[in-house]
Nanobody
Framework: QVQLVESGGGLVQAGGSLRLSCAASGSIFSINGMGWYRQVPGKRRELVATITSGGSTKYADSVKGRFTISRDNAKNTVYLQMNSLKPEDTAVYYC???????????????WGPGTQVTVSS
């Protein structure tokens, strides 16, 4: 089985910074894309940032210049450095991974349980 576990969420004042981490573990053959999404109650889950296995990145317009996604392939971990946080960044942040499992070599997308980020004004 495969697990994704996020950490690093919390409460921060506007203008502050947080760093989220997400580690994938289990029967993993390889990880392709990894990413961060966020969701507020009553709204659709939205893309924040993604990163390919080769390091190519993509960001939502709302976070460009403030957030940075990175990954450590040796640790199967993806990070999200969030700077200049705004109250509108408040959400539950989820990581996901598109990966190939070890035994069957089939492709699946896994999601973490989410971590709350709250930015106070």
């Amino acid at each position: 089985q495969v697990q994704l576990v996020e950490s690093g969420g919390g409460l921060v004042q506007a203008g502050g910074s947080l760093r989220l981490s997400c580690a994938a573990s289990g029967s993993i053959f390889s990880i392709n894309g990894m990413g961060w999404y966020r969701q507020v109650p009553g709204k659709r889950r939205e893309l924040v940032a993604t990163i390919t296995s080769g390091g190519s990145t993509k960001y939502a317009d709302s976070v460009k210049g403030r957030f940075t996604i990175s990954r450590d392939n040796a640790k199967n971990t993806v990070y999200l450095q969030m700077n200049s946080l705004k109250p509108e960044d408040t959400a539950v942040y989820y990581c996901n991974a598109d990966l190939t499992v070890l035994v069957t070599r089939l492709h699946y997308t896994y999601w973490g349980p989410g971590t709350q980020v709250t930015v106070s004004s």
